[in-house]
């Protein structure tokens, strides 16, 4: 048996399944194509998207996006599982062409209530107040109209989370990067914004994420490199869940630029 499965390994055919198997289930080669993660996720980080963190999703042939299977279930998942959570930074397909993938920091999700003034982020958790009061210190909440409010909730844990100072409220750029109305989450849906808060074409502009668009969390970096072909060495092997918090990863000195997505 176990000499059967060597040769069908050994075999193109069976190198092509396990691939396959490896792309669909468990891993997928991503790399950040833009800005709008600095300084979390770099341009130029090649990572593995963990496919299993948020269910199974419908498999599809990588970069030709065609279905290999239906969407039985009609969520997008082969099997469904547990949802992104507040603070996670999520893979997804973009919903205005599902053909590309971003990767953005899921904010806020379905129930919770957004709103950003002056730059700075409120959310409205749909747990209710006691749950703000019993999760969070006095110092990240803020009451507005007899309901607690969290206050920029992600900046302290994530230091990777910027504003370009440089970008101003002088009538030439959007306003949704200085004010965006109170807006309620859908049921199954995600409020997603690039820790680059100033250069990231986000659920601001275009809407929140169904689940059914969910594809995954990146999982480690395998292999980076900056615009000059220099290698950072000191990224290759970490893995996500750790960089994001670790502020010897967070390098100031890399511009916030105006690259997005």
Known sequence: MLKKLKNFSNSW???????????FFVAQAFVIPSGSMKRTLLIGDHLFVKKFAY????????????????????????IEGQRPKRGDIVVFKYPKNTKMHFVKRCIAVGGDTVMLHNKVLYILPHEGDEYVKKHFSKEQYVKINQRLWLKNPYRKKFPGIQ??????DSGIYPVELF?????????????????NRDHSNDSRFWGQVPYSLVEGTPW?????????????????????????VDKSYIDMSVPLGREVQ
């Open 13 to 23: 055919t069976g190198t092509v399944i396990i691939v396959l198997f490896i792309i």
């Open 55 to 78: 269910g199974i999703p419908t498999p599809t042939i990588p970069w030709l996006e065609l279905k290999v299977l239906p969407d039985f279930n009609g969520n997008g998942h082969l």
């Open 163 to 168: 504003n370009d100072p440089n970008i101003n």
């Open 179 to 195: 004010e965006f109305p109170p807006t309620k989450v859908e049921k199954d849906h995600f409020f997603m914004m690039g820790d």
């Open 220 to 244: 480690f970096i395998y292999f980076s490199w900056d615009e000059n072909y220099k290698i950072r060495w000191n990224r290759i092997g970490a893995f996500i869940k750790d960089l994001e």
